[in-house]
């Protein structure tokens, strides 16, 4: 189930719709969100820098 929210917050992502993108990810994702370049269109945006802390 993880990956199919991954996938979907990356989707979002990609489709400028930055606030939903960044609820759809949780703690568990956040090694994986500092490093992946997937997301460096929300990476600036800072409740994905809260996210990620």
Known sequence: MMVTWYNRG??????GKHEEA???Y????QEMAITDSDFDNIRKDSRFQA???
């Open 10 to 15: 990356l989707a979002l992502g990609n489709l």
């Open 22 to 24: 960044i609820a759809s």
């Open 26 to 29: 949780d703690k568990e994702y």
């Open 51 to 53: 996210l990620i802390e």
